[in-house]
């Protein structure tokens, strides 16, 4: 009964392998030659529609946008701002949203994040964050000590009830993406696993990763001229076990391929790995004439694999080597290519943005797929790597706020700043690296110090109204 069982199993594959067949033809990157769409130099890289020589406070605040801020505080609503103060129960502004409050808390926020004192361990200093507030507010009020401060006392308190939830990301993509007007040719599609062991339904374990243990972030970048990455898109992995609330990867390309739509399809490739491409995502993207470039794993796409294998029987055995195959209706070119490593790792790729041209210079030698993929992908990790160091350095869980929550701010915040200085340096020509490079600490600072100005500018715009704290 098994075996009978394997040869229907293995008849089916059979069959459903089958609809690849006479579609693909092979090729030899020796003779045959690929190109992608051509485009404009400045086309190239994302267009940013931001004035030149734009401040830190004026980049933040286009993603940080007053209705913006105030929706985070209606997601919650007043309730959420209660609390006991003397053995009585107290509501932050008489449940209002405050602007100033909120502007000199992101001021408070940032220079945490930018000096980075990762506090000790709990039983060592059980107030760290507490402390670091005092002693931010403290260096604030050395700027100006005329201007009206919020107690220490309520800062901490907004530091727990005031986070940009997860549900808000959608609308903070938004706002990355309206300070461009053009994605350029590369948009990188990832993610990011950041640490967490709290107590949470989402919290995934993938020892794969650097962080092992924590919340999964799907991600966009694209590629400023300077050559440094910026987020456009930023959505939190909820799939829960045994409840219906689960994220399938098609709902992500969907998510990326339409970004790709409301700007220009004709200019852009959506480059991802093997864990986003399967076949019903292969075929939304040519349904829909979007430009993809992706490895992909050989259980996907078996029926591709058996081409590369009957099609190119003596290529792709030895370190170095690469059998490609191209299909003409879908311009699809499929590639494997086995590493210059010890190890000799199989790589496959599969993409739709080529198109036959002819013999050029400038392309011998080149393992048109692996090597375009290779170049294009790891900008998300490159945009992760910067994010390392460079958040809110404090456990995310205590009262009313679940560590969950905290950690989705957390994450939204670093990318907020993160994309706010390298948004400043492109406009303002500062290198992002060496000679002349500012350092993250010294973006914050000056940013802190831009917040904290535009807190002056609005209490003296309500010097005649009464401060409410409780």
Not at 76 to 104: A, C, K
Not at 355 to 374: A, E, L
Not at 424 to 429: A, H, R, S, T, V
Request: glycine share 6%.
């Amino acid at each position: 009964m098994r075996k009978k069982a394997r040869n229907e199993k293995k008849q089916t594959e059979k069959a459903q392998k089958s609809k690849e067949q006479g579609l693909w033809e092979a090729t030899d990157f020796k003779t045959d030659h690929y190109n992608w769409m051509e485009m404009f130099r400045e086309e190239e890289f994302a267009q940013v529609n931001l004035d030149k020589n734009s401040s830190r406070i004026q980049i933040l605040r286009h993603f940080l946008t007053d209705e913006f801020l105030k929706d985070v505080f209606d997601f919650y609503g007043p309730e959420r701002f209660t609390y006991i103060d003397h053995d009585s129960l107290s509501t932050i502004n008489h449940g209002s949203f405050s602007l100033p409050l909120t502007i000199l808390y992101l001021s408070v926020y940032v220079l945490i994040s930018a000096h980075h004192v990762v506090p000790q361990r709990v039983r060592e200093n059980k107030h760290a964050l507490r402390d670091q507030i005092k002693n931010n507010l403290d260096y604030l009020k050395e700027i100006n000590s005329e201007v009206y401060m919020y107690s220490y006392y309520l800062i901490e308190k907004y530091f727990s009830m005031y986070n940009i939830p997860h549900e808000m990301f959608q609308k903070l993509s938004l706002n990355f993406q309206s300070a461009l007007s053009g994605l350029g040719r590369t948009v990188c599609g990832d993610e990011k696993l950041l640490h967490f062991t709290g107590d949470s339904k989402v919290v995934l374990n993938i020892v794969t990763k650097p962080d092992s243990i924590g919340i999964w972030y799907y991600e966009v970048v694209v590629i400023l001229p300077n050559g440094t990455p910026f987020l456009i898109y930023l959505r939190m992995r909820i799939s829960i076990p045994n409840e219906d609330m689960a994220v399938k990867v098609i709902d992500i390309i969907k998510d990326w391929g339409g970004i790709v739509l409301r700007f220009d399809k004709w200019k852009s490739i959506l480059v991802f790995d093997s864990y986003y491409m399967v076949e019903a995502g292969r075929q939304w993207l040519n349904e829909n004439e979007l430009y993809y470039l992706a490895s992909f794993k050989q259980m996907n796409f078996r029926d591709i694999v058996d081409q590369l294998k009957s099609l190119c029987p003596h290529g792709a055995s030895k370190a170095g080597q690469y059998a490609a195959i191209y299909r003409n209706d879908s311009t699809e070119l499929a590639v494997k290519y086995v590493e210059n490593s010890k190890e000799c790792y199989c790589r496959f790729n599969l993409s739709n943005c080529f198109r036959p041209v002819p013999v050029r210079r400038p392309y011998m030698n080149v393992i048109f797929g692996y090597d375009h993929y290779k170049e294009m992908f790891p900008h998300c990790d490159k945009f992760n790597k910067n994010l390392h160091g460079r958040m809110h350095p404090h456990r995310t869980g205590s009262g009313k706020q679940p560590g969950e929550e905290g950690h989705a701010n957390t994450m939204a915040m670093g990318s907020i700043f993160m994309n706010t200085f390298t948004l400043y340096e492109y406009l303002n020509n500062i290198p992002s690296t060496g000679r002349g490079s500012m350092h993250f600490e010294d973006h914050g600072v000056a940013l802190a110090q831009e917040l904290f100005q535009l807190y002056v500018e609005l209490q003296e715009e309500q010097k005649h109204f009464v401060v409410i704290e409780f």
